[in-house]
């Protein structure tokens, strides 16, 4: 119903989107917006919402990253329609992808596709704006080594949040000091280069041709090692896709032996979100290198 969308967002939309809403049916948004189906007498959007002051800029960042994405023109990426700020709300209009059934080129498809997105370089790691990986901030500020930005802009802000909230002690703080200083032989160094950020199956739906599409990024140029990293810690992944993705752009020898390290990242950041389990696999790993 229309009537579930904030009338402040509404009344917004009214003036920014060039046809006046019909309905409205959640169908999405995660446990930090709301979301749903937007009916326009035009087509269907895809409308999400949070609060502004809880999160501030989210969706502006997102945008951002969206239209970097699709700017590369490698994999099909939601069209961004506005986004803005109605009362002490946020709300971000992305075009509406209808999931369908995957091709069968569907896996051997994503794997070329990402590797062909993981050729756009840049200078440095990180990017020209901090953005958010789920409800968190995420810092990208600029840098030269892999290793110092994998270090100060990913892993430091985790532990540092975790450590504040008394989700880890200091005995699992200094395991993290101790492999600092170890990462500068264990991590290759590579062109920086522009990854998703937070590539887990939940983040990859099928368009209307059955083709991927990627949503809800963490973008920045950093090591695609610790995105590759990341499709295997929730799983869902085929092995059509990690096959086609080393067909068209190798791996440096080795790379699975380093996918836990890279992983430290998103484990920590379900460490702050969510705590229980994740603290445990986190010193494991954590062990093994140290």
Known sequence: MLSSVP?????????????????????????????????????????????????????IAEAKGLKLLRNAGDIYIPEVITEGVAGSLQFLVLEFVEEHPQAGTYWTDLGQQLANLHKHTAPTYGLDHANYIGSLPQQNTRTEKWTDFFITQRL????????????????????????????????????????????????????????????????????????IAFTTLFGGFSDEFYNSYHEAFALAPGYAERFDIYNLYPLMVHVNLFGGGYVSQVVSILRQWV
């Open 7 to 59: 009338s402040v967002i509404l009344k917004q939309l009214e003036e920014s989107v060039s046809s006046n809403p019909t309905d409205f049916s959640f169908c999405g948004g995660g446990c930090i917006n709301h979301g749903g189906r937007l009916k326009t007498r035009t087509g269907d959007l895809f409308l999400k919402w949070n609060d502004a002051a809880k999160f501030p800029g989210m969706f």
């Open 156 to 227: 430091e802000a985790q532990v540092k949040l975790a450590l504040d909230r008394g989700k880890i002690n200091v005995d699992t703080v200094m395991l993290f000091s101790i492999l600092y200083n170890k990462l500068g032989d264990l991590l290759p160094e590579e062109k920086p280069c522009l990854l998703h950020g937070d590539l887990w199956s939940g983040n990859l739906i099928t368009n209307d041709k059955g083709r991927p599409c990627l949503i809800d990024p963490a973008v920045y140029y950093g090591h695609r090692e610790a995105e």
